[in-house]
């Protein structure tokens, strides 16, 4: 007899012994566990940067009042368009094998059998999961109205920023709703803080990437030109990831006092040695901010071997964020607490 | 400035008129009758809390007696006023022992599963 309730493994899939339904094929199981955290990846990450791509224009790259070569305002919006279109693309498609492999987990299916259509219907139609998910596809399709001159090369790039700026913010921090972040009221300050903790993350570390973009475009400028607009460009940059970074910390740590429990359980549960992975890599990838901000960017008008400097250390920010984005998508099919 | 909060405070707004959604992972908080209880007359049902509200359409309790045969009235449903709460009915109950098997799916898509005995008493 086992008075306590037993906890399933923290994968997608759980196997359950007295289900009956014989053994289970590891291989296959570990695969679909493995889609499910890639899914959840993709999503967080398409949906970061289409956040994150408003925020880069509305305030980074081109904010009102500030002048920017030509080249790069070409080149942003060159690139800046078919990727708002591709996140859309793949947040979609992301979204949806979400949505299929927590029917497969909640349905019991296990590798082998035909694939259960009738679940996928009843999580769909009869769960909060499939509600918020309901809610979900709605944004997602005012965020393609909203982005769709801009997609198809017509709109202008900064008056669409504005109006995709509330979906897309609402889009991605909804998904507080669909992990963690709701333990105990879901209105509390833990799914605040997930919220926040989820926005903030659009301008860093997903920021990192349109900013390397820019960098990159910035070579083609003339000297004079390059250093004068990255400086300004990497002290805006800066000035929001300080703001980022402190209500990432913020939001972190409450995130932590609701999930975790004892601090010891950073090192005693796979969810705590998980999180420590994922702090430590964005402590590596504030260190290197950091380096951006106190040494490079003081550099940026004098030498330009600190602007390639700079754009290393961008990139391998961008790397570890990267691999902190992968870690959330494990993170949520965890259960906090279990050894 | 003064655009910029605006902007926030929109989102969160939009954010927050979300519907209510609680979600968690649900374990065993307690049940009537009680883990490894004895009890002197047969219960009606078998309640059991759990520490988060669950997904009904994934949600069962099942009662079997000591031969291994299902007793319950496969009635497993979550109570209207309390989601955290999952019944089931049981017939009148012979004196002997009895295992509850529950599975719950939490409204985050978190699976929980575990078992415990009660006694009826003879």
């Given at each position: 007899m086992s008075s306590q309730p037993t906890r399933t493994r923290p994968t997608a899939i759980s196997s359950s012994?007295?289900?009956?339904?014989?053994?289970?094929l590891p291989a296959e199981q570990s695969l679909i566990t493995d889609l499910f955290v890639a899914a959840r990846a993709i999503h967080f990450g398409a949906c970061l940067l289409i956040l994150c791509f408003c925020i880069f224009q509305l305030w980074?790259?081109?904010?009102?009042?500030v002048a920017a070569p030509a080249i790069i305002e070409n080149r942003w919006r060159r690139f800046a368009r078919p990727m708002i279109g591709w996140s859309l693309v793949f947040a979609l498609i992301s979204g949806a094998a979400w949505l299929l492999l927590a029917s497969l987990n909640m349905s019991d299916w296990e590798p082998?059998?035909?694939?259960?259509w009738l679940a996928v219907k009843i999580v769909w139609q009869a769960t909060q999961f499939g509600l918020l998910w309901k809610i979900r596809v709605g944004l997602w399709a005012i965020v393609c109205v909203c982005a769709a001159p801009v997609i198809i090369g017509r709109g202008n790039l900064n008056a669409r920023a504005k109006w995709i700026f509330l979906p897309s913010s609402a889009l991605l921090g909804s998904l507080a709703w669909a992990g963690?972040?709701?333990?105990?009221?879901?209105?509390g300050l833990h799914v605040i803080a997930d919220v926040v903790h989820l926005l903030v993350c659009a301008a860093w570390p997903a920021g990192l990437l349109p900013l390397l973009v820019v960098l990159l475009t910035a070579r083609t400028l003339s000297v004079q030109e390059r250093q004068s607009y990255v400086s300004s460009l990497v002290a805006r940059f800066s000035t929001m990831c300080l703001a980022a970074v402190a209500l990432l910390i913020l939001s972190g740590v409450v995130n932590s006092l609701y999930l975790?429990?004892?601090?010891?359980n950073f090192l005693y549960t796979s969810y705590g040695r998980c999180l420590l992975i994922k702090i430590a890599l964005t402590g590596g990838a504030i260190a290197l901010g950091a380096i951006n901000l106190l040494i490079l960017r003081r550099r940026l008008t004098q030498s330009e071997g600190s602007q390639s400097l700079l754009r290393i250390n961008v990139a391998l920010e961008l790397t570890l964020a990267i691999l902190i984005v992968l870690i959330v998508g494990w993170l949520g099919l965890m259960e906090p607490g279990t050894p | 400035m003064k655009r910029f909060l605006m902007t926030i405070t929109g989102v969160l707004l939009l954010i927050f008129a979300l519907p209510v959604f609680a979600s968690a992972h649900a374990n065993l908080d307690h049940a009537e009758p009680k883990v490894g209880a004895t009890v002197s007359q047969s219960p009606k049902e078998v309640k059991i809390w759990f520490s988060q509200s669950v997904e009904p359409a994934f949600s069962t309790i099942e009662v079997f007696d000591s031969g291994g045969?299902?007793?319950?009235?496969?009635?497993s449903h979550v109570d209207k006023a309390d989601k955290e709460l999952l019944i089931v009915s049981v017939p009148a109950l012979d004196p002997g022992t009895y295992k509850v098997v529950w599975h719950v799916v939490s409204t985050d898509t978190h699976k929980t599963h575990g078992d415990f005995k009660f006694t009826v008493k003879r």
């Open positions: 012994p007295s289900n009956g339904k014989g053994a289970t980074i790259v081109k904010p009102r009042g082998g059998e035909s694939f259960p963690h972040g709701t333990e105990g009221s879901p209105y975790l429990g004892p601090w010891s | 045969k299902q007793i319950d009235k496969k009635d």
